[in-house]
T-cell receptor
Framework: GNSVTQMEGPVTLSEEAFLTINCTYTATGYPSLFWYVQYPGEGLQLLLKATKADDKGSNKGFEATYRKETTSFHLEKGSVQVSDSAVYFC????????????FGKGTLLTVNP | DGGITQSPKYLFRKEGQNVTLSCEQNLNHDAMYWYRQDPGQGLRLIYYSQIVNDFQKGDIAEGYSVSREKKESFPLTVTSAQKNPTAFYLCATHRDRSYNEQFFGPGTRLTVL
């Protein structure tokens, strides 16, 4: 079956630091990959996505590249802000699982001023 | 204003009581999902429905029930058979059977007293 493994947190950074949150996956088919963000007390919001190998998703300064050879989709941002403090989830979906989402366990990011 | 509404935001229940969580959407999406979120465990799928009057069990359906009588609505009942119901519950929608992302509601926090 499908699975997603992401970097365990919590991750604590200073403002303007570089961020990487690692995500690797196992899938039987050719999945689409997603990063979702959850701010305290809220639902999840889509941050970015990629639907095929070598695609780069980007949004709000965050980027992630779909690497089929390493089955990875690492999230990066060059300069984090306090407002980026949230929980980040890596997820995948594919036709074999009837397009249901499989999530990683989430990574809590705290950015200090 | 299009979106997903979950109510109530906070819900308290005594042990042994059934309780129903509401999820309404006006996005005209076919598929709807219920997830449970516990600290450090990511999101786990409870039930999903891809069409009116049809639904399937997810990974942790025991102690829960759903109905899908209307496209816009997908209520979740937490029964007294659910041994550990205290959690954050998220409803999501999916436009169709494709790689498009899921959209999430704001969530309901259920606490058993």
């Amino acid at each position: 079956g499908n699975s997603v493994t992401q970097m365990e947190g919590p991750v604590t950074l200073s403002e303007e630091a570089f961020l990487t949150i690692n995500c690797t996956y196992t899938a039987t088919g050719y999945p689409s990959l997603f990063w979702y963000v959850q701010y305290p007390g809220e639902g999840l919001q889509l941050l970015l996505k990629a639907t095929k190998a070598d695609d780069k998703g980007s949004n709000k300064g965050f980027e992630a590249t779909y690497r089929k050879e390493t089955t990875s989709f690492h999230l990066e941002k060059g300069s984090v802000q306090v407002s980026d403090s949230a929980v980040y989830f890596c997820a995948l979906s594919d036709k074999g699982s009837n397009y249901k989402l499989t999530f990683g366990k989430g990574t809590l990011l705290t950015v200090n001023p | 204003d299009g979106g997903i509404t979950q109510s109530p935001k906070y819900l308290f229940r005594k042990e042994g009581q059934n309780v129903t969580l509401s999820c309404e959407q006006n996005l005209n999406h076919d598929a709807m999902y219920w997830y449970r979120q516990d600290p450090g465990q990511g999101l786990r799928l409870i039930y999903y429905s891809q069409i009116v009057n049809d639904f399937q069990k997810g990974d942790i359906a025991e102690g829960y029930s759903v109905s899908r009588e209307k496209k816009e609505s997908f209520p979740l009942t937490v029964t007294s058979a659910q041994k550990n119901p205290t959690a954050f519950y998220l409803c999501a929608t999916h436009r169709d059977r494709s790689y498009n992302e899921q959209f999430f509601g704001p969530g309901t926090r259920l606490t058993v007293l």
